[in-house]
């Protein structure tokens, strides 16, 4: 798992799968799944053992069932049969019907032990993504955002104002390497804006997210970052949005913002393949994906200043899962099962 990780904000639609071999009790070959279109976990992982005849006296673990399907690359699980290894442990089945236990079939019935469930859970919280997006048919959704000790995300008074910093710069490192992660990142149109935010990664390296914008009037200046035409930009909106839908980098969707928001959101980012999304506010779209129950895990940055008065956090009532202490900040995570 930890090796997987290492394919995380580069492998989707694919999962970021982890594989290791071991010949006689040593690890001789790892690998993880490369970008979409190149080598899965398992290929890198053969390719990297250097005496291949080892093979059929080895053991490959891998964190979800090997693929038994043509994609854009053969199927893993023939590659294995092929080099005859002496047995698989895999972590998770894969829900995808066109794998489904049809990989641990096809090593069966080449007469490869396979063990099936080893850290089940570990490695379905480690694939939350894949499974999200292939069974609930929508992004895995990630609510984001930074509260001072007395529970306001932002100041009344933001116009003409210094930025006010709730979470210390270690925190921001860690919201950086968040987005370096995720498919897409999602803000309203007051946070725009207030912040005027390029939504990149910055502070940590790996590919930008998609940036999803709601502008309901299309009222944004063109000036702001988000404009910059630096990554894709879908711009949800309740306008007629023809004569604008073919600029570069830019996609302008429509939606009703009346009656279930985040429901119509979820629909268009489905549409575009977004296998991921932050959510970072403000308040209301917060708590307009909070009201629809269309949220998986909330990242709440909690600093040690007080503001008094302002804006206050959302609200919801889920027990929280774990926290931990990032210097003088507190980063408490809920999980919405």
């Given at each position: 798992m930890q090796i997987a990780k290492n394919g995380l904000g580069t492998t989707r639609p694919n999962?970021?799968?982890?594989?290791?071999?071991?010949?006689?009790?040593?690890?001789?070959?790892?690998?993880?799944?490369?970008n979409y279109g190149s080598n899965h976990a398992e290929v890198n992982a053969i390719t990297a053992v250097l005496d291949k005849s080892l093979l059929k006296e080895a053991t490959i673990y891998v964190t979800l069932e090997p693929c038994s399907h043509f994609g854009k690359t053969?199927?893993?699980?023939?590659?294995?049969?092929?080099?005859?290894?002496?047995?698989v442990v895999i972590g998770t089945l894969d829900t995808n019907s066109m794998v489904a236990g049809k990989g641990v079939e096809r090593l069966k019935?080449?007469?490869?032990?396979?063990?099936?469930?080893?850290?089940?859970?570990?490695?379905?919280?480690?694939?939350?993504?894949?499974?999200?997006?292939?069974?609930?048919?929508?992004?895995?959704?990630?609510?984001?955002?930074?509260?001072?000790?007395?529970?306001?995300?932002?100041?009344?008074?933001?116009?003409?104002?210094?930025?006010?910093?709730?979470?210390?710069?270690?925190?921001q490192q860690i919201v950086h390497k968040l987005r370096s992660k995720e498919h897409a990142i999602l803000v309203g149109t007051n946070t725009v804006i207030a912040d005027n935010p390029k939504l990149n990664v910055r502070s940590w390296t790996g590919n930008n997210p998609t940036r999803v914008v709601l502008d309901n009037h299309l009222r944004l200046p063109k000036s702001l970052h988000v404009f910059d035409n630096s990554v894709k930009t879908i711009f949800i909106t309740d306008k007629n949005t023809d004569a604008n839908s073919k600029q570069e980098n830019m996609v302008f969707e429509k939606i009703d913002f009346q009656?279930?928001?985040?429901?119509?959101?979820?629909?268009?980012?489905?549409?575009?393949?977004?296998?991921?999304?932050?959510?970072?506010?403000?308040?209301?779209?917060?708590?307009?994906?909070?009201?629809?129950?269309?949220?998986?895990?909330?990242?709440?940055?909690?600093?040690?200043?007080?503001?008094?008065?302002?804006?206050?956090?959302?609200e919801f009532d889920v027990q929280l899962a774990h926290q931990q202490k990032i210097k003088n900040d507190t980063l408490k995570v809920y999980i919405n099962d």
């Open positions: 999962p970021s799968v982890g594989a290791v071999i071991v010949h006689n009790n040593k690890i001789i070959a790892e690998g993880f799944t490369s053969p199927p893993c699980a023939d590659l294995i049969v092929k080099h005859n290894f002496k047995k019935n080449a007469g490869i032990e396979v063990i099936v469930g080893v850290l089940e859970e570990e490695c379905k919280k480690h694939h939350k993504r894949f499974f999200t997006n292939q069974n609930k048919k929508r992004p895995y959704t990630i609510l984001k955002w930074a509260e001072s000790q007395d529970g306001f995300i932002a100041p009344n008074y933001k116009e003409k104002q210094q930025p006010v910093w709730i979470s210390n710069q270690y925190s009656n279930n928001v985040a429901k119509q959101i979820i629909s268009i980012l489905q549409k575009h393949k977004i296998q991921s999304l932050i959510v970072e506010g403000g308040a209301k779209t917060l708590q307009t994906f909070i009201d629809e129950n269309l949220w998986d895990e909330a990242m709440v940055f909690v600093g040690d200043v007080e503001l008094k008065e302002g804006v206050k956090g959302p």
